[in-house]
C-alpha cells in the first residue's frame, strides 16, 4: 500500500483517511456556512470567575481553550459596534466550535442554552449557528459565553466566531 501510494501520489492519489483526520480536525469548517457579508468578531475577553460581572477581564489574543487547571464557572466576551445597516443585515451568530455546553447572551437575553450537539466529545471542533434576528442593536452590543467546567476536559470558546 505504501509502495502505490509513493508510485501514484503525483497522480493525486492520497490517503483519504489521514486526509479526513486533518480537515476534521484542523480545517475551519464553520467557513463553508458563512456568507460574503460575515463579520468576524474580535477583542474577547476572558473571565475565569463564577461572576459575570467580576473586574476580572483579560484579554485574549485569538480564541483557545481556557488553562487546565481552572475549575468553575468562565466567562467570554466580546463588545462590538455596529452601525444601522449593518444590524440589519446581520441575523445570525456563527460560532467555529465552543468545547462544552454554553449559554450565549446577545445584550442581556439568552440566545442559547446549551450546544445544539447531545455528544458534547465533538463539541470542541463542531459549528454551530444561533438565530438573533432582532436582537443586535445600533451602536454598542455584548456577546457574552458562560460555560461551567466542573466537567473533566478543556472549556472555552475555542475557534472565531462571526456575525452573519
Known amino acids: ?19 479526513d483526520y486533518l480537515e476534521s480536525r484542523h480545517w475551519p469548517r464553520h467557513l463553508a456556512i458563512l456568507s460574503d457579508n460575515a463579520k468576524e468578531l474580535t477583542g474577547w475577553e476572558l473571565n475565569l470567575s463564577p461572576e459575570k460581572n467580576s473586574l476580572k477581564w483579560e484579554k485574549v489574543d485569538r480564541m483557545r481553550h481556557w488553562r487546565s487547571d481552572y475549575k468553575d464557572i468562565g466567562w467570554d466576551r466580546c463588545i462590538f459596534n455596529l452601525d444601522e445597516r449593518s444590524v440589519l443585515s446581520f441575523s445570525r451568530l456563527v460560532f467555529g466550535a465552543v468545547d462544552g455546553d454554553p449559554t450565549v447572551y446577545l445584550n442581556g437575553v439568552v440566545v442559547q442554552e446549551g450546544h445544539p450537539l447531545s455528544d458534547l466529545s465533538l463539541a470542541w471542533r463542531t459549528p454551530f449557528t444561533v438565530e438573533i434576528k432582532d436582537r443586535l442593536k445600533v451602536g454598542e452590543n455584548q456577546l457574552l459565553i458562560k460555560l461551567d467546567k466542573k466537567a473533566h476536559g478543556r472549556r472555552g470558546v475555542n475557534r472565531s466566531v462571526y456575525l452573519d
Open 1 to 19: 500500500m505504501i509502495e502505490f501510494r509513493k508510485n501514484n501520489e503525483s497522480l493525486g492519489y492520497l490517503n483519504l483517511a489521514h486526509a
